[in-house]
Each structure stands twice: as structure tokens, then as C-alpha cells.
């Protein structure tokens, strides 16, 4: 050991202070292991985090809203006690169109109902029998979530029994919806939504949950379950609805970071890991870039499979097969984020006014055909950034004044698309600004104040995600939401148990199943795998 280099002893480090890993975290100290929490970055969130980019906006700098946080987490980690809440929003969702009419959405069924009928009475009609489906088919897949899938190539008894037992009591479930879940696994978002629906502007609406955080359009096969992964979580026991978290969504990860603090869990921040040490086929520690040793008997990685696997343990210490599986994995992305610190609220053509309305409390959605989406998507294809892109904004500072400075506001654009690969030599540094701009003049064509009530613009591409909050090709999920990676193939086949062919190393992150979003069930499996193997 070099002069200097600290050796600090744990039972546990954990690699990455985001939401999975303080997850995992918290319910290892809570079990009575001493756990160490290491993250690269001045703050803790990962990519759920909130920093305060400009005096006195609180910035939700990636994640935005949060629904699919599993309410038993909230519960035995006692959240709420350090600040968790969540923020609902009456309606849910604002789309505005080129012709000045609007469609909202929300929990408020009545109000649903009146909204979707001046496109299509058939579709008011549908639109109740569809969300019927969605809720059954979602008490299908959720208790699938907290399971350990089995690996099909080396199925036991156990693993027999288990999802043997989950099938039979949901056999009547099963029979009824069979046909339906297998297009929501395989099938497009758009096919789903055209067996239902005929009205372009319920379609285009809902279809934006297909397509957020990959590099993919509606008609893409697998995009179903996308927009079905997006619509199981819950708001406050409200299935369906999503929140503001107050405070933004540094509010659930500190949080966490104080709920692990109690457990007696110690986070270091500024302490990015450089290697996990790998001694005789075992994890014994981590190696930070500073040269510090942090030596326990587990290591749990909320690191994306790539940076754990082929840059922190290295493919010298890995089976080949292995390796060659784990390099195959795509983090194809096509997400922008661009943030803006407004001096007053958007002014919509379709629903004019710049005192907070129901327009402004839910998501907004701005791409007015399913026609649109699709040559959006062409542009990405092409390698270049959409020239009429695809945007879902939020404005939480009209649901929480915490964020913003009174009588100011925030607003947080998601962006499709911006592929992280690019054609032309042109990178994402030269093309940034001009594509905020792009962003912005898209923006104007619905809310024509837009441009003098912006004060402060942050753009963050593809490559800014990848180099500042460390995931791979700048993918949100820590790799595509595909039938080819999920479930027993997450992160690769054979390894779904969160196990790793290295003794004591463990995934913990949305790269491990179930996979992505704000839901902390990755961190909580993971948990319960490393206390069997105790």
C-alpha cells in the first residue's frame, strides 16, 4: 500500500450515491451491516438530484417528477420524517395544439372524459376501459418487479416453485389478459394505442410515455412496454398520477441520504471510484481516483453495467463470455434536458393567460401528430438532432414555491431527440446552444412569450450526462428498456440475481432488474440478494 493511502474498513461500499444505491444502502444498515456510500460527485442523487444552477432556482436537473418510488420503501425507511413528500398535479397533463384546441388529462375522471370527447366520443368512451387493462395487467407484472427472475438456462427448484406460485394465483388474471400482455412486452406504443383509440390528439398524448429516454419512435416494436413502465407507479395511493417531489427531486434522495445518515451508513462525496479491487475471483474493496482504499466483503454497484463491469473491474477479470455479453448491451439514447429559470409563465395560444392555471400544473406536452413524432425520430435516425423535436415540459414551481424565487419560475423541458451519436464531425459541445435554440423556437410556436421570459437557459446533452452524472451514451435507464433486456436478461442472461461472476460484487442499479426510472427497486432487491448470500 502506498504512503497515504487510507484503508477503511467496512462490511459494505456501496459505488454511487443515486437513488438505488442509498436504497441499498439504508436496508444493509438497517440489518446491522456497516455500509460506506462512495459518490464521485460534490452532491448526492445521481441523476434524481436538485442544485441550485442559478440564486435561488432550485433545478431538478435530470429526473423531474417521480411516481414509480415503491411506496413500501417510503414506509420502512420512514421517509417522510426527512422530508419526503409528494406533490400531486390537478390535471396531470396539458397538450396544446397547432389549431388552438387543447386536450388535458388527469385523475379527475369527469373531467377526463369531457376533455377526450371534444376529439372523439368513442374514445371518451375507450378511454376508461383502457386504463381498466392497463391496471390489470400492472397487478400482473409488479409483483414480477420484487422478484429475482430466474435464469432460464439453469432453472431450479426454487425459481420453479417460486414463479410457479406467482403464475397459478394469477392464473384467472392470465387467462383474460394473456394476448394483451404479450403485445405490451413485444408490440409497438403506436399499435397499442390504435387498437384503442382514433383520436390523433389522445394518441400523440399518450404516446409520449413510449418514447421518453430512448432512441426510439412509436412504432418501434417494444416501445409498449415503455409507456407501460411509465404508467404503474402511484401519487399519494393514486395509481397513475405522477408527483413533484418538494423541493425537487433532491427531495427523495436526501431524503434517503438522511434516512441511511440515521442507519448509520457513511456517504463520501467527491470520491470517485477508479477500480473495484478484485483479489482470487473476489471483491475485497474500491480504489478511489485519489488513491484511497475502502477494503469490506461486499461490493454493491449502482454504476451502470458498463462502467462497472469493462471500466472499474476491467475484462481481464471477467469470463470472456461474460464480457462479450456485457458489451452488447445498448445505451442507445436520443434525450436532451434543458432547464430554464422563467421571469414569467408561459403564455399559451390554446389557453391564454400568465397567472398559474391548470395549463401550467401538469406535464405539457408539445408534438401534435403521431406523423410528427415519427419524422422527429427520422432526424435522430439520420444522426442529427430532430429539427422539430418532440418536448414534455414541466413547470414545478406552480405546484411548489420552494423552487424558484417568488413571482419567478421554473421550467424543465425533456427533450426527444438528440442522438448521442452524431453525424458530420459535428460533437454535442459545438451543437448544445443551437439546439436549445431549437428547443425555444418550437416552445414560441405554442407559448409566443416564451423568449423574453426566459432569464437563465441550462442545456444538458447527451455527452453532458454521460461525462457529469456518469451514464453510459447518456442513457436515463442505464440501458435500453427492451424485451432483450429485461427481466432475466437484465443486465445480461444468467446474472438477473443481481449476483456478478465476481464473488461479493453485487448491481444495484437501474442497469439490474427491474430496471430504470426513479423506483428503488433495483437498490431494494439487490439488498435482499446480498443478506441471503450473508
Not at 376501459?129 to 422478484?147: Q, V
Not at 477508479?274 to 461486499?298: F, H, K, P, W
Not at 421570459?453 to 428498456?481: K, S
Amino acid at each position: 500500500m502506498d504512503a497515504g493511502t487510507k484503508r477503511n474498513e467496512s462490511d459494505v461500499v456501496v459505488v454511487g450515491a443515486g437513488h438505488n444505491g442509498l436504497v441499498a444502502a439504508a436496508y444493509l444498515a438497517r440489518a446491522g451491516l456497516r455500509v460506506t456510500v462512495l459518490e464521485a460527485r460534490g452532491v448526492v442523487g445521481g441523476a434524481a438530484v436538485t442544485e441550485e444552477r442559478w440564486p435561488g432556482f432550485k433545478v431538478s436537473t435530470l429526473s423531474y417528477v417521480n411516481s414509480l418510488f415503491r411506496p413500501e420503501i417510503v414506509r420502512d425507511l420512514e421517509l417522510a420524517k426527512y422530508g419526503y413528500e409528494m406533490l400531486p398535479r390537478e390535471p396531470s397533463s396539458f397538450t396544446p395544439f397547432p389549431d388552438g384546441r387543447f386536450l388535458m388529462l388527469g385523475p379527475d375522471k369527469e373531467m377526463v372524459r369531457r376533455e377526450i370527447a371534444k376529439f372523439s366520443a368513442k374514445d371518451a368512451e375507450a378511454y376508461p376501459r383502457y386504463e381498466a387493462a392497463l391496471e390489470e395487467i400492472a397487478a400482473l407484472i409488479e409483483p414480477l418487479m420484487k422478484m429475482t427472475p430466474p435464469n432460464p438456462g439453469t432453472l431450479g427448484l426454487w425459481g420453479m416453485m417460486k414463479y410457479g406460485w406467482s403464475a397459478f394465483k394469477e392464473r384467472a388474471r392470465l387467462r383474460a389478459n394473456w394476448s394483451e400482455l404479450m403485445r405490451l412486452m413485444t408490440g409497438s406504443g403506436r399499435d397499442l394505442l390504435e387498437a384503442w383509440f382514433e383520436s390523433e390528439a389522445l394518441k400523440v398524448t399518450l404516446a409520449t410515455d413510449a418514447i421518453i429516454g430512448a432512441n426510439a419512435s412509436p412504432s418501434t416494436p417494444g416501445t409498449a412496454y415503455v409507456l407501460f413502465h411509465h404508467v404503474m407507479g402511484e401519487c399519494n395511493g393514486v395509481r397513475g398520477v405522477w408527483g413533484y417531489m418538494r423541493g425537487g427531486m433532491g427531495g427523495l434522495t436526501q431524503a434517503l441520504a438522511r434516512a441511511c445518515e440515521v442507519l448509520g451508513v457513511r456517504i463520501v462525496t467527491n470520491a470517485p471510484v477508479a477500480q473495484i479491487l478484485v483479489e482470487s475471483g473476489a471483491a475485497v474493496g474500491v480504489a478511489t481516483t485519489s488513491g484511497d482504499e475502502y477494503r469490506a466483503r461486499i461490493v454493491a454497484s449502482n454504476a451502470d453495467p458498463s462502467i462497472t463491469f469493462l471500466k472499474l473491474v476491467g475484462e481481464s477479470q471477467l469470463p470472456s463470455d461474460f464480457a462479450r455479453n456485457v458489451r452488447r448491451i445498448s445505451y442507445d439514447s436520443a434525450s436532451v434536458k434543458v432547464n430554464l429559470a422563467l421571469s414569467e409563465l408561459p403564455d399559451f395560444t390554446a389557453c391564454p393567460g400568465t397567472m398559474p392555471g391548470p395549463q401550467h400544473r401538469g406535464t405539457i406536452h408539445i408534438g401534435p401528430t403521431l406523423q410528427y413524432v415519427e419524422e422527429a425520430y427520422a432526424d435522430s435516425v439520420a444522426g442529427r438532432p430532430s429539427a422539430r423535436p418532440i418536448l414534455e415540459c414541466t413547470i414545478p414551481s406552480v405546484v411548489d414555491s420552494t423552487v424558484a424565487p417568488p413571482g419567478k419560475h421554473l421550467m424543465n423541458i425533456f427533450v426527444q431527440y438528440g442522438p448521442y451519436k452524431l453525424v458530420n464531425g459535428k460533437t454535442w459541445d459545438e451543437l448544445r446552444e443551437p439546439f436549445g435554440d431549437t428547443v425555444i423556437d418550437t416552445l414560441e410556436e405554442y407559448a409566443p412569450n416564451i423568449k423574453r421570459a426566459i432569464i437563465h437557459r441550462q442545456v444538458v446533452t447527451p455527452l453532458d450526462m454521460e461525462r457529469e452524472y456518469h451514464l453510459t451514451g447518456g442513457n436515463i435507464f442505464h440501458g435500453r428498456m427492451s424485451l432483450d433486456q429485461l427481466f432475466f436478461m437484465r443486465p445480461v442472461p444468467g446474472f438477473a440475481d443481481h449476483r456478478t461472476p465476481i464473488r461479493g460484487l453485487y448491481l444495484c442499479g437501474s442497469g439490474a432488474h427491474p430496471g430504470g426510472g426513479v423506483m428503488g427497486t433495483p437498490g431494494l432487491n439487490a439488498s435482499r440478494e446480498i443478506l441471503r448470500d450473508l
